[in-house]
Structure formats: C-alpha cells, structure tokens
C-alpha cells in the first residue's frame, strides 16, 4: 500500500515563530488532507489538498502532486498551535479510507 | 456543515463485557464510513470500511468476529467491541464521507475505550 512519512517528527518552537512541516508519499493521489489532533483528541481538518496551494488565516498547504509531497506552513506560531499535525492521503490505486502518516509532533513555547 | 457525531466519548467496561459505538453523520448521508483505532503516541490505524447495506470489509489483522460493523442506514454506524479484553482499549474514531466516497473525509469526536 502507499506509504506516508512525515517530518520532522517532533517539533519545538517559541511562540511567534515559523514552521514548515513535510509530508511525502509514495503513490499517486486523489485526496490529501491535512490534521491537526488536539489534546482531546479530536482531529481536526485543516486543509483538504490533493494538489495546489491554500491558505487559512496563519495556516496554508502546498502539495505538489507530480513530486508526491505537501508542505504545511504555520506562521506566528501561538501556544494553541501545540498538538500532532497528521498528513493522510488517499492513493489512486488503492482503497478510498485515507492512510496516514506518523505525524509531527509540535511544542510550541511562551 | 459536515458534521459527524460519536456516542459515547467515554467508556469503561469489565473484561468479557461487549461494547456498542455509535458514528453518526449528522447533515449528510454516507454510503461509506470508516473505522480507525489510534494508540498512544501512535497515528491512526484503518480498522474497517463500512459499507451501507453490505458487509464491512476488513484491514488485515483485524477479527471481523470480535469487531462487529453494522451500516443500518446512510447516516449511522456501529461498532461492537465482543468480549473486550483490556488490550482492546484504545482510541476508537470514525469518519464518513459525504456521496459516494470521494473527497473530503470527516472525522469524529472519538471514542475512548478502557477496558479493566
């Protein structure tokens, strides 16, 4: 099956900082969806983007789908940005439930 | 919009005992949910597809006899843990996608099973 990897795989930042985190995957997409697992553990969406650019508010995502990765940019980071950021994808050829990577786990400091 | 619902978010239960979870998609109706376990420190994990009006298909690994899946109508879907054993507690989330399976998936609150 398609394999996603997520980096970096822990993340600590001081409040108003910038992030970048990566997420590649092996195969093809149609669906690639971008999470953020609060403490409670709901998962929140950030973003829907299997291909292009979005932004939402200090969050936006690129994914570049002919070279299988997408990008998740957090600018002016805030306490409540704290918490696992997943990347999940669903493959072209495989079957429609999203796959997920490991996740970055991210810290963000007063 | 796209709202999904889990009942109940908390539960604890004897070994033996079975366990019944319920996802709902509250303003829109899914012909496929899908199942997920989540432990600690871990990412999530496909359990099951739930097809409305067919049988549940299965991830490898997974016991189709002890995790029971039943797709009653477009807007719910159950989840029965049989016989729960303390190494079924976990974190149990479903997600639904609005149509016909394509495009956005939709998660729930999550449910989180310990089992004594």
């Known amino acids: 099956g398609i394999q996603v990897e997520q980096s970096p795989p822990d993340l600590i930042l001081q409040e108003g900082a910038n992030s970048t985190l990566r997420c590649n995957f092996s195969?093809?997409?149609?669906?690639l969806q971008w999470f953020h697992q609060n403490p409670w553990g709901q998962l929140i969406n950030l973003f829907y983007?299997?291909?292009g650019t979005k932004q939402n508010g200090r969050l936006s995502a690129t994914t570049v789908a002919t070279e299988r990765y997408s990008l998740l940019y957090i600018s002016s980071s805030q306490t409540t940005d704290s918490g696992v950021y997943f990347c999940?994808?669903?493959?072209?050829?495989?079957?429609?439930?999203?796959?997920f990577g490991s996740g970055t786990r991210l810290q963000v400091q007063p | 919009g796209a709202v999904v619902s889990q009942h109940p978010s908390w539960v604890i239960c004897k070994s033996g005992t079975s366990v019944k979870i319920e996802c709902r998609s509250l303003?829109?109706?899914?012909?496929?949910m899908f199942w997920y376990r989540q432990f600690p420190k871990q990412s999530l994990m496909l359990m099951a597809t739930s097809n409305e009006g067919s049988k549940a298909t299965y991830e490898q690994g997974v016991e189709k006899d002890k995790f029971l899946i039943n797709h009653a109508s477009l807007t719910l879907s159950t989840l029965t843990v049989t016989s729960a054993h303390p190494e079924d507690s976990s974190f149990y989330i479903c997600s639904a996608v609005p149509g016909r399976g394509r495009g956005t998936q939709y998660f729930g609150p999550g449910t989180r099973l310990l089992v004594l």
């Open positions: 983007i299997p291909s």
């Open positions: 303003d829109f109706q899914a012909t496929t």
């Open positions: 195969d093809s997409v149609n669906n």
């Open positions: 999940a994808v669903v493959s072209d050829t495989g079957r429609r439930a999203l796959t």
